[in-house]
C-alpha cells in the first residue's frame, strides 16, 4: 500500500495498518481463550478441501490486498478527493462489528476451518450467532471488506471492496448448497434459520 502510495508519509495509512494489528490480536486472543484448537487447524488447507474453494481463496485475498493499494493510488499518489473525515468512524465501527462477528462465530463453531470442506465428525452449529444467520463468519468478511475504504478515506477503494464482498457471497452460495448435499441435519437447520446472511432479509 505504501509502494502504490509513493511515500511513507501517509497517516491514515499507518492508522489503518495500527487498526488492524490491534484487531486481529484481540480477534485471536478472544479465539485462542475459546476455541484455540480451531487456530491450529486453520494454518493449513485439510484433506478434502474442495478445489472451487482453493481458486475462491487465489482470488479473494488478492482482492482484499488491492484495497488498500488502491487507497494508496487514489489519495495519495494522484492526490484524489478524499472522503469526509466523519467517514473512519464509520469504517471503525463496520470493522469492530466485523472482526467482533468473526470471533463470535470462530468461538462458537469448532469446524470454522479457513477452507470448505467435510471434516471427520462435523456436525451442525446452532449457538451463538449460528442461531440467527447460517453464515456469520461471511457477514464479518463482509464488513471488514466494506470498512478498509473509509478507514484509508478512500471513495474509489470501494470499487475491490465491493468486488470481494461479492465474492464472498458467491462463496456463501457455493459452501451452502455443499453443506445441503453433504452435511448430516443441515438441511433441517437451514429449514429453522432460514437466512445465510442477514436476519429477516436474506
Request: no cysteine.
Amino acid at each position: 500500500m505504501f509502494g502504490a502510495a509513493g511515500t511513507l508519509r501517509w497517516p491514515s495509512g499507518w492508522a489503518f495498518l495500527g487498526v488492524m494489528t490491534g484487531g486481529s490480536l484481540l480477534h485471536r486472543a478472544w479465539v485462542a481463550r475459546r476455541n484455540p484448537e480451531i487456530l491450529k487447524r486453520r494454518k493449513s488447507i485439510g484433506a478434502g478441501t474442495k478445489t472451487w474453494d482453493k481458486v475462491w481463496l487465489a482470488v479473494f485475498w488478492p482482492l482484499m490486498l488491492l484495497v488498500p493499494v488502491v487507497a494508496g493510488l487514489h489519495v495519495v499518489r494522484a492526490q484524489g478527493k478524499p472522503l469526509p473525515y466523519w467517514a473512519w468512524p464509520v469504517g471503525a465501527a463496520l470493522f469492530a462489528t466485523g472482526f467482533g462477528l468473526s470471533a463470535w462465530a470462530m468461538a462458537a463453531n469448532p469446524f470454522f476451518e479457513g477452507t470448505v470442506r467435510i471434516q471427520p465428525g462435523q456436525e451442525v452449529v446452532e449457538s451463538g450467532p449460528y442461531r440467527y444467520v447460517r453464515h456469520p463468519g461471511y457477514v464479518g468478511l463482509i464488513l471488514l471488506a466494506l470498512a478498509m475504504p473509509p478507514l484509508l478515506f478512500s471513495g474509489w477503494a470501494f470499487v475491490p471492496a465491493a468486488v470481494a464482498g461479492a465474492w464472498v457471497v458467491l462463496r456463501t452460495a457455493l459452501e451452502d448448497a455443499m453443506l445441503r448435499r453433504e452435511l448430516t441435519g443441515y438441511e433441517q437447520y437451514a429449514a429453522r434459520v432460514r437466512h445465510r446472511l442477514v436476519p429477516g432479509l436474506w
